[in-house]
C-alpha cells in the first residue's frame, strides 16, 4: 500500500508542477491578475498534498490501519475538490465552482486530522 501512496503523490506532483507552469505561462496574457493567483494557490495546495500523500506512504508503513488509508484518500479527494474546482473556475470562468473548493478544504483538514489522529494511536 505504501508504495501506491508514493506513485499517486508522485504523478500528482508531476502535475502539479505542469500545471503550476502553465498557469506560470500559459494563462498570465489570458486572464486577469487575480485569476492567476487563483490558479496559483490551486497548484500550491496541489503540490503541497501530493508531498503529504508521500507522507500518507510512509505513514501506512509506520502505523498501519485505517486512519493512514483514509488521509491519502482524502488528500486526493481534496486536490480534486479543492485544486480542481479553482483550474476549473480559472479556465471557464464560472465563479459557481468555487462554491466547491470549501469541500475540497475540508478534505484536506480531515487528512491531516487522520495522520495525526494514526501517529497519537501509535504511542
Do not use: D, N
Not at 486536490?79 to 466547491?100: D, E, H, M, N, P
Request: a positive charge; charged letters at 10%; hydrophobic letters at 60%.
Amino acid at each position: 500500500m505504501a508504495a501506491r501512496w508514493f506513485a499517486v503523490g508522485a504523478a500528482l506532483g508531476a502535475l502539479g508542477v505542469a500545471l503550476g507552469a502553465f498557469g506560470a505561462h500559459g494563462l498570465k496574457a489570458r486572464v486577469s491578475a487575480e485569476l492567476v493567483a487563483t490558479w496559483e494557490t490551486a497548484a500550491k495546495y496541489h503540490l503541497l498534498h501530493a508531498l503529504a500523500l508521500l507522507a500518507t506512504g510512509w505513514a501506512c508503513e509506520r502505523w498501519p490501519g485505517p486512519l493512514p488509508v483514509a488521509a491519502g484518500w482524502l488528500f486526493i479527494a481534496g486536490v480534486a475538490l479543492f485544486s480542481g474546482s479553482l483550474y476549473a473556475l480559472v479556465l471557464s470562468g464560472q465563479r459557481v465552482l468555487g462554491a466547491v473548493t470549501p469541500f475540497g478544504g475540508l478534505c484536506f483538514i480531515a487528512g491531516w486530522a487522520c495522520l495525526a489522529l494514526a501517529a497519537l494511536r501509535a504511542r
